[in-house]
């Protein structure tokens, strides 16, 4: 890993405040602020219940993010009942409403609250390939935490470097961007290409990529995913090879019962082959593997099928 920290990078993405995030058309942003604070340090039993209760009056609803999640489990669990697949959404939501409703905490609250309501499972993998020097990608599935083993590796002092695109809306875009990197790291906007996060894993930084995002036809193959086939990104061994790193599996998880974050590293894949159908599927048994276990703990809510053999997008008009 790199031993003199430098996290400014010309290359990557440094938002700043603007003056204009004051204005009116923004006023929106800073009221939901405003109430939405003082929910995020409640009691973890509190917004539980809160966000089970949110959950439920969603899942009466056949449009927007609802229905998207529904169009994913049942492409990708077409083995279970429409009741079991309903259960799994209901849970996903109050998972999603609770950790939403607590995640500012992280940026109001010290280091060592972070480290007390943080459980890893597996850092003897990142450990043993600091030792050896030797450079890390974590591939990091879509969960509702996908940011918290960043922010918490960060936090200990790990040079961390993400991909990520920019949101539309600007002063939400440097509130995201301000915690991500609140105790350093760099973050890179994908339109940007790849090259420069792939030169920050080789100066020593704790790359973090993301396995599961559909990029369209042109830059996919498909490949098997749960119950159905997606469109994958197929580099995943070039990539390694490229930036000289070895690929790790990471799970992020938001424990209801306790309000903990849990996460669980596992030890660094050995099976890339450099064939992209064959890591492909690599990467998406991955994916598998870790949301089985857990299936609400993964936002079901993104286009994750959005591109299909037959070319039908399977979420037009919702």
């Not at 990708?76 to 905490?105: D, H, M, V, W």
């Not at 809306?169 to 290409?193: A, C, E, I």
Request: with cysteine; glycine share 6%; proline share 6%.
């Amino acid at each position: 890993m790199t031993k003199t920290r430098n996290d400014y990078d010309p290359k990557a993405y440094n938002p700043t405040f603007q003056r204009n995030f004051l204005a009116p058309k923004h006023w929106g942003t800073w009221l939901g602020l405003l109430f939405g604070l003082p929910l995020t340090l409640l009691p973890n039993s509190t917004r539980v219940s809160v966000a089970r209760f949110a959950a439920k009056k969603m899942c009466k609803k056949e449009k927007g993010s609802v229905q998207k999640a529904r169009i994913n489990l049942s492409l990708c669990f077409p083995e279970k009942s429409e009741q079991e697949r309903e259960r799994i959404l209901e849970k996903c939501l109050t998972t999603a409403g609770a950790f939403l409703l607590g995640f500012p905490t992280i940026s109001l609250r010290s280091k060592k609250w972070l480290e007390r309501n943080s459980v890893i499972i597996g850092l003897e993998h990142l450990q043993t390939l600091q030792s050896e020097d030797q450079s890390a990608i974590l591939l990091v599935p879509h969960s509702w935490c996908i940011d918290i083993p960043a922010i918490l590796l960060a936090s200990r002092g790990l040079p961390v470097s993400a991909m990520a695109n920019s949101q539309k809306n600007p002063f939400t875009d440097w509130l995201m961007h301000k915690q991500r990197v609140q105790y350093g790291g760099r973050v890179y906007d994908r339109s940007g290409g790849i090259k420069p996060f792939i030169k920050s894993v080789k100066d020593g930084y704790l790359g973090y990529y993301l396995p599961d995002q559909d990029h369209g036809p042109e830059q996919s193959v498909f490949s098997e995913f749960f119950g159905t086939e997606k469109a994958t990104l197929p580099g995943l061994g070039k990539l390694a090879k490229v930036s000289r790193a070895k690929i790790v599996p990471t799970f992020a998880s938001y424990n209801i019962e306790t309000g903990k974050y849990e996460i669980e590293i596992k030890a660094p894949i050995d099976d890339l082959s450099g064939d992209e159908f064959l890591d492909a599927r690599v990467m998406n048994k991955v994916v598998e593997d870790f949301v089985n276990p857990k299936p609400e703990q993964y936002m079901w809510i993104l286009k994750l099928l959005k591109t299909r053999r037959d070319g039908v997008d399977p979420y037009v008009g919702y």
